[in-house]
C-alpha cells in the first residue's frame, strides 16, 4: 500500500528545498483557461512561437499519463528596482543573475527523489518549468497560489508577480489539495494596461505576445520592427514595467536567494563595452537568461535602442492603496 502524503509534508520538503510557496491540485486544466488559449491562438497572438500550438499543454494527461496531481512551486524573485540610462540597456530583473531553470531543474530532481522514497514507488512524476507545454499559471491559480493580475501574471498574495512557476505531475493520488480561492485581485486597477509601452494587452488578461518587448528582446529570432523599437524605453533584455507598476508589487521585500542577485550574472545594464566583452568571452553569458540570445541579439537590441531621453517613460510612481 503507498503511504498516504500530507500538504503539510510536501510543504516542508518545498521550502526545504529553497522554494517559497507550494500548492496542490488535481491534474487537469479548467475549461475557462483552455476556451481563453484556443482565443489566444486564434487571433495569432502567439505570433512566431511555435511551441504555444501545441495543445498538450491543456492535456497533462498526454504529458504524463495516469497524472493526478498537480503539485506547483513558487520562486520570488524580485529585485531592486533600476532607472534608464542614456548609456546602458536595462535587463528585465528575473534575468540579472543565473539562469532559474537550471535552480528548478536540480530542486525538482530532488523533490522527486523525495517523492519517490517517500511513496516506495518509482517513475511516478514528471516535473517542469517554463519550457514544457503545460498551462503553468492556470494551475496555479487552481491550487490556489494567487490570482490572474490583468497583465496576465499570476498575482501571489505575499509575492505579487515577480514570481517564477515550477511543479510537476505525479500519478499519487495527493488527497490534500490547496484552497482555490478564485478571487479577482485587480479591482478597477489598470495601471498595467496603460503604462505599457506598446499597448500589448488587447484587452485586461489578454496580451498579444508579438507587441510585447519581452517577445521582440527575449524569444523572436526577427528582425524588432520599427514600431517597437521606437516605443522601447530602453530595455535590452525582456520588460518589468506591467510588473513595476502592479500595487502588489509594493510590498514584497526584494529576494536574497544568491542566483538572482545582480553580481551572479550580467547584472542590471548592458553597455555597449559590456556587450564587446561578451563577444570576446561568449562564455560570459553561459548559465544565465541571457545566453538565449546570445551576443548578436544583444548588440542587434542594443543598436536599435534610443537612449536620450533614459527617463522619459519612467513609470516609478506605484502606491499600495489605489488599486480597486
Ligand atoms: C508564452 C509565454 C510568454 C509570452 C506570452 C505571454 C503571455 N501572457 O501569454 C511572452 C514572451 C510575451 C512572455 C513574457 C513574459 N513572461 Co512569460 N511565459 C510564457 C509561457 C511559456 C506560456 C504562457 C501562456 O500560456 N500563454 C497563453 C495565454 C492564452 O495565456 P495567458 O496570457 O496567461 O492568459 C490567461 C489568463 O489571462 C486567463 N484569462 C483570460 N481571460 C480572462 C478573464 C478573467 C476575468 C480572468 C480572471 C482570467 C482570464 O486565461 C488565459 C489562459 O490561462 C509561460 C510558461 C508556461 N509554460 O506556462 C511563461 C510565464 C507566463 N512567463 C513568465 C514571465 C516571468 C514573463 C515575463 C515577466 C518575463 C520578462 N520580465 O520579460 C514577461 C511578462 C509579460 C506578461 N505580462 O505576461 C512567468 C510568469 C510568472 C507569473 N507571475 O505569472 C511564466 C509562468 C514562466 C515561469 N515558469 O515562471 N511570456
Ligand atoms: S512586459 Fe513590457 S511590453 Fe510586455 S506587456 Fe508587460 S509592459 Fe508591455
Ligand atoms: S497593475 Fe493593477 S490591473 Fe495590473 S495586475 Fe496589478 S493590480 Fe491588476
Excluded at 532559474?100 to 516506495?120: D, T
Excluded at 560570459?284 to 544583444?298: D, E, I, M, N, V
Aim: aromatic letters at 8%.
Amino acid at each position: 500500500m503507498i503511504p498516504e502524503i500530507t500538504f503539510e509534508e510536501v510543504r516542508a520538503e518545498a521550502l526545504r528545498l529553497g522554494w517559497d510557496d507550494v500548492g496542490i491540485t488535481e491534474a487537469h486544466i479548467p475549461e475557462d483557461d483552455i476556451e481563453a488559449y484556443k482565443t489566444w491562438l486564434a487571433n495569432n497572438y502567439q505570433g512566431d512561437l511555435q511551441y504555444m500550438e501545441n495543445h498538450i499543454r491543456c492535456d497533462p494527461q498526454q504529458l504524463f499519463p495516469g497524472a493526478k496531481t498537480a503539485i506547483i512551486f513558487v520562486t520570488h524573485y524580485k529585485q531592486e528596482r533600476v532607472q534608464f540610462r542614456n548609456d546602458a540597456g536595462v535587463v528585465a530583473s528575473y534575468a540579472r543573475g543565473r539562469d532559474y531553470h537550471h535552480l528548478h531543474r536540480k530542486r525538482l530532481k530532488k523533490f522527486i527523489l523525495w517523492l519517490e522514497q517517500r511513496s516506495g514507488q518509482s517513475n511516478i512524476a514528471k516535473g517542469f518549468s517554463d519550457s514544457t507545454p503545460v498551462m503553468e499559471k492556470a494551475l496555479a491559480v487552481q491550487a490556489g497560489l494567487g490570482w490572474f493580475g490583468k497583465n496576465t501574471l499570476l498575482i501571489h498574495r505575499r509575492f505579487g508577480t515577480f514570481l517564477l512557476l515550477s511543479g510537476l505531475f505525479t500519478s499519487l493520488n495527493i488527497q490534500e489539495k490547496s484552497l482555490n480561492l478564485r478571487l479577482p485581485r485587480c479591482g478597477t486597477c489598470r495601471r498595467c494596461l496603460d503604462a505599457c509601452p506598446t499597448q500589448a494587452f488587447e484587452a485586461p488578461y489578454v496580451l498579444n505576445a508579438t507587441k510585447c518587448l519581452s517577445y521582440h528582446l527575449i524569444e523572436s529570432k526577427k528582425e524588432i520592427p520599427e514600431e517597437i523599437q521606437k516605443k522601447n524605453p530602453g530595455y535590452v533584455f525582456g520588460c518589468d514595467i506591467c510588473q513595476d507598476v502592479c500595487p502588489h508589487n509594493v510590498r514584497p521585500k526584494p529576494s536574497t536567494v544568491p542566483e538572482f542577485s545582480p553580481n551572479q550574472g550580467m547584472g542590471a545594464y548592458l553597455s555597449l563595452e559590456d556587450i564587446e566583452k561578451i563577444e570576446h568571452n561568449p562564455e560570459k553569458l553561459f548559465g544565465t537568461p541571457l545566453q538565449r540570445r546570445g551576443a548578436t541579439g544583444l548588440r542587434h537590441t542594443f543598436e536599435t535602442l534610443n537612449l536620450q531621453n533614459p527617463n522619459e517613460n519612467d513609470h516609478s510612481e506605484m502606491k499600495e492603496d489605489k488599486h480597486g
